[in-house]
């Protein structure tokens, strides 16, 4: 089983976003048994409540259900999961700084590091209009499809 676990700030937005376009496109390769996945935030400001209403709206409308509860990374998550994948340099710094001792450094990855789009971060849509919300969907479906054929082709080795 491979576990992934998308961590932005508050894991009301862009986090549980690339939670529900990886599920689908997970659930579209019949993968739904090898691969796992879940958001947190580096915050626990916003635990307990559900996605971002905007955000859940646009998501919507491209066919992704976003279904989970905020929660804040734990350190246990270190073990549990297999990439840990930040949506922004921030974020990335964050778990890194989580990481104490350094042991789960080759875990902790950039969202965009799986895009073929050529973005840096996956940006923070909750100040911004409409567009940002879209755009974040963009990078997320490019990074997501990335990420599954790197998993692929990491379980055919």
């Known amino acids: 089983m491979t576990n992934i676990l998308f961590v932005c700030m508050g894991n009301i937005c862009r986090s549980p976003s690339a939670e529900a376009v990886m599920n689908k496109f997970i659930k579209k390769a019949n993968l739904q048994d090898k691969i ?19 955000m859940k709206r646009h998501a919507l409308r491209r066919g992704y259900r976003l279904t989970s509860t905020a929660r804040k990374f734990r350190d246990e998550d270190f073990e549990k999961f297999d990439y840990i994948i930040a949506m922004d340099k921030n974020n990335y710094k ?4 989580f990481d104490t001792q350094g ?4 875990k902790i990855s950039m969202m965009t590091d799986y895009a073929s789009n050529g973005y840096e971060e996956v940006p923070d849509p909750y100040y911004g209009g409409p567009e940002r919300f879209e755009h974040v969907l963009d990078i997320l479906e490019d990074s997501c499809a990335g990420l599954l054929e790197v998993i692929k082709e990491k379980s055919d080795d």
């Open 36 to 54: 796992k996945c879940d958001s947190a935030g580096t915050i626990a400001y916003h635990e307990g409540e559900p996605a971002d209403a905007r």
């Open 94 to 97: 964050d778990l890194h700084s």
């Open 103 to 106: 042991k789960y450094k080759d």
